[in-house]
């Protein structure tokens, strides 16, 4: 996203990647959900994120030809009473009738699901495909040279008025590695909390949708009968390898939202950059303005990435202010303590 926002506004960069299969990104549903959580309040900045999101995606899919973003509503089963009420209480607030379908139906694909006590419907979501974007924009980047498939040596890196790395000279270097920042000798300091997530793919025999289901899971559809459920979240882990546990507990949710059968075709996890303070990290390291980092989107990536980046790119240009909330200025006494 980055690449793409430099390159919008005349500038060269090249990408260092690793290629990581267990990257959180190609392991995410890539869904938007303007309205989250127990109590159904509004994503943080998604009035304006939205925006951002059709304008970039859109601009992308004409750029790759490829079907990258797709509207989907976010159809949110409510099982009892008091999620009942807390809903409707919602949807009379004047600031989010807005995002609030008053029909919501899912149509014939509500003969898969279990009773349940009522429904609301979110409007304005949707879905990217990050798996496919990734790769596309791999590919492209590859046939003009942009990209260098490696693993980054941190020792191979000169700071100066310039960055030179290897056979590379920049006036900049960004740090975009996800997870892999806790590793990062620059910006390790930063209080990241990474989080370990699991989700299946599977396969229904009635499979058409074309709204996200939400309750206790996602259930994302990827095209005809392919599905992605998901996610079982985990503080605790020692790798980014798939566990017995949390496929129990996905098997566990899936079954009490659907009545039909299934078939697992594939268990992935992955580790996401989340944060203490569950903002992203932007902006420079404090003692060394030409490294930068943009980083702990966690597991709004896909809404929260057009918006941040462009906020990056003109502050890197234009020397325009990161928003306070996620700007690693924040944390600079982390910085001053540690280092």
Known sequence: MLHFFL????????VIDQKHKGAASKVAAGGINPITGKRFVKSWKIDQLLPMVRSTYGKLQEQLRIPIF??????????????????????????YQHYVENDPSVGAFNSNLNPYLSAGEIKLGGQVNLPLLIKTYQNFLSENEQITFDQFDYEQLKIGEQIRYKNLEAKKIIFCEGAAADRNPFFNYLPFELSKGEALEVDLPEGELEKIIRHKI???????KKFWVGSANSWDFEDDLPTDLAKAELEGHLKELLSCGYEITAHKA????????????????????NLLIFNGLGTKGASLAPYLAEQLVGFILDESPIEKEVDIGRYFSHFQEEH
């Not at 390159?7 to 090249?14: F, L, P, V």
């Open 70 to 95: 797709t509207e989907r509503s976010v159809f949110r089963i409510l099982k009892h009473p008091a999620e009942e009420n807390t809903w409707l209480g919602r949807t009379a607030d004047p600031l």
């Open 7 to 14: 390159s919008e506004n005349g500038q060269t960069a090249h």
């Open 270 to 289: 992955a580790i996401r950059p989340t944060v203490k303070d569950r903002r992203p990290f932007l902006g420079s390291h404090p003692k060394h303005p």
């Open 218 to 224: 996602s259930l994302v559809p990827f095209g005809g």
